[in-house]
């Protein structure tokens, strides 16, 4: 089972960028779905990007066209590309990992993955 380790966050205004990155320990790295939720206090986790095994991606719809996913198998890292941030973006992030089939789409439950990173809090200035 991977171990997970997210970076990169920080303190950005509004309409500002950031990059996340999610580091995972071992070789295996290439099974896993992997995605990106986010939560705040008294809230929910809530998904935010998904990259599975086979490269399929999927956004939530509150950040679609703003983020981005990517995975670099060879460097066991998953990374989200935020641009156009908002103060609603303000949240820790998390990275999450499951182990996947080829050919299907990344889990939008936080439920289906079993793997977790500690988190990263992003937070945005109006």
């Known amino acids: 089972q991977v171990q997970l380790v997210e970076s990169g966050g920080g303190l950005v205004q509004a309409g500002g960028s950031l990059r996340v990155s999610c580091a995972a320990s071992?070789?295996?790295?290439?099974?896993?779905?992997m995605g990106w939720f986010r939560q705040v206090p008294g809230k929910e986790r809530e998904f935010v990007a998904g990259?599975?095994?086979?490269?399929?991606?999927d956004y939530a719809d509150s950040v679609n066209g703003r983020f981005a996913i990517s995975r670099d198998n060879p460097k066991n890292t998953v990374y989200l590309q935020m641009n156009s941030l908002k103060p609603e973006d303000t949240a820790v992030y998390y990275c999450?990992?499951?182990?996947?089939?080829?050919?299907?789409?990344?889990?939008?439950?936080?439920?289906?993955?079993?793997?977790w990173g500690q988190g990263t809090q992003v937070t945005v200035s109006s």
């Open positions: 071992g070789r295996t790295f290439y099974l896993y779905h």
């Open positions: 999450a990992a499951v182990i996947g089939e080829l050919g299907v789409r990344p889990p939008l439950s936080e439920y289906s993955y079993d793997v």
């Open positions: 990259v599975s095994r086979s490269a399929y991606i």
